[in-house]
């Protein structure tokens, strides 16, 4: 039942998130933004699902019909199942080895993008998901060595640890480039701006979601932003040390919500293969380096407390 709830309060999140978007972007680029469905345009995400969910689903006469049809609802289904390992203690999926799950369902999420764009039978859908799996797995490379590098600090795969090791000092002190690190490396995870080459608009149409319309595009954009708002809420936790039952925790939250919608309204879609170069050859040696350096921190902070 909690888990239940949780995942309604998410779905009620991620609404609020995309008015967020649009009204910073509307602020961004000069404009007002959703100002007329709602007081000063607060229902304004709830006529999009409406009218998204309303509207006739297309299916494309060439597609494979069960994985087009099945892969956003995958692609959601794993995007609400991480949430579960928020650390809540209400009997969630937090348990010892939650870091370790949450990396298996981020690994998983790429086939929902493969398979979405390769069942559409489209060319530029096709383009679209060879670049998301590219992407994805080169950027999660780093992305598990930096988690890699806290897990020897905290000595554990529990999300808890974390908040039990940041009482004094935030992580984020300890290393602000690992952490922009990480922070850069979700932008690419999630196929954010300017990491946004699955979706490609200027080049591909719209990507591997060319052929999707109504519910199956909502699905997929549902599942964008509840990793979006995951991927802060993990932010939080790892490095600006609080505990998911003080409300600081909520707007160190959406302050880093506020950092991809940010990002997404300043900057302009890199080139792919500079995109590929800031992966192996900047980002790797940093956050192997890092990993070396904490694991070699780790045994000599426990040699020292064992001489003592």
Do not use: H
């Given at each position: 039942?909690?888990?239940?709830?949780?995942?309604?309060?998410?779905?009620?999140?991620?609404?609020?998130?995309?008015?967020?978007?649009?009204?910073?972007?509307?602020?961004?680029?000069?404009?007002?933004?959703?100002?007329?469905?709602?007081?000063?345009?607060?229902?304004?995400?709830?006529?999009?699902?409406?009218?998204?969910?309303?509207?006739?689903q297309t299916f494309p006469t060439m597609s494979n019909f069960i994985p087009y049809y099945m892969s956003p609802v995958f692609s959601l289904f794993l995007s609400?199942?991480?949430?579960?390992?928020?650390?809540?203690?209400?009997?969630?999926?937090?348990?010892?080895?939650?870091?370790?799950?949450?990396?298996?369902?981020?690994?998983?999420?790429?086939?929902?993008?493969?398979?979405?764009?390769?069942?559409?039978?489209?060319?530029?859908?096709?383009?679209?998901?060879?670049?998301?799996?590219?992407?994805?797995?080169?950027?999660?490379?780093?992305?598990?060595?930096?988690?890699?590098?806290?897990?020897?600090?905290?000595?554990?795969?529990?999300?808890?640890?974390?908040?039990?090791?940041?009482?004094?000092?935030?992580?984020?002190?300890?290393?602000?480039?690992?952490?922009?690190?990480?922070?850069?490396?979700?932008?690419?995870?999630?196929?954010?701006?300017?990491?946004?080459?699955?979706?490609?608009?200027?080049?591909?149409?719209?990507?591997?979601?060319?052929?999707?319309?109504?519910?199956?595009?909502?699905?997929?954009?549902?599942?964008?932003?509840?990793?979006?708002?995951?991927?802060?809420?993990?932010?939080?936790?790892?490095?600006?040390?609080?505990?998911?039952?003080?409300?600081?925790?909520?707007?160190?939250?959406?302050?880093?919500?506020?950092?991809?919608?940010?990002?997404?309204?300043?900057?302009?879609?890199?080139?792919?293969?500079?995109?590929?170069?800031?992966?192996?050859?900047?980002?790797?040696?940093?956050?192997?380096?890092?990993?070396?350096?904490?694991?070699?921190?780790?045994?000599?902070?426990?040699?020292?407390?064992?001489?003592?």
């Open positions: 039942m909690s888990f239940f709830i949780l995942i309604i309060f998410v779905l009620i999140s991620v609404a609020f998130l995309t008015l967020m978007e649009r009204k910073i972007l509307g602020l961004i680029q000069t404009r007002k933004g959703p100002n007329k469905v709602g007081y000063f345009g607060l229902l304004q995400p709830f006529a999009d699902a409406v009218k998204l969910f309303l509207k006739e609400l199942l991480i949430w579960g390992l928020t650390p809540y203690k209400t009997g969630l999926l937090s348990f010892s080895f939650s870091v370790l799950f949450f990396l298996c369902c981020t690994s998983v999420s790429v086939y929902t993008s493969m398979s979405a764009g390769w069942s559409s039978n489209s060319k530029y859908s096709l383009l679209g998901c060879t670049r998301a799996v590219a992407q994805t797995i080169s950027y999660e490379v780093s992305l598990a060595l930096v988690l890699l590098s806290y897990l020897f600090l905290v000595g554990g795969f529990d999300l808890n640890l974390f908040e039990n090791y940041q009482r004094l000092i935030w992580f984020f002190m300890m290393g602000v480039p690992l952490s922009g690190l990480w922070l850069v490396s979700c932008l690419a995870e999630t196929n954010r701006t300017p990491f946004d080459f699955s979706e490609g608009e200027s080049e591909l149409v719209s990507g591997f979601n060319t052929e999707y319309s109504a519910g199956g595009f909502a699905l997929i954009f549902m599942a964008e932003y509840a990793s979006i708002l995951f991927m802060s809420v993990l932010f939080s936790i790892m490095f600006l040390g609080s505990g998911t039952m003080s409300i600081s925790f909520y707007f160190k939250v959406s302050l880093i919500s506020f950092f991809f919608i940010w990002v997404r309204g300043t900057l302009p879609r890199y080139r792919y293969d500079k995109l590929m170069y800031l992966a192996w050859k900047s980002f790797l040696p940093v956050s192997l380096n890092y990993s070396l350096f904490f694991m070699g921190v780790k045994s000599w902070c426990e040699v020292m407390c064992f001489n003592l």
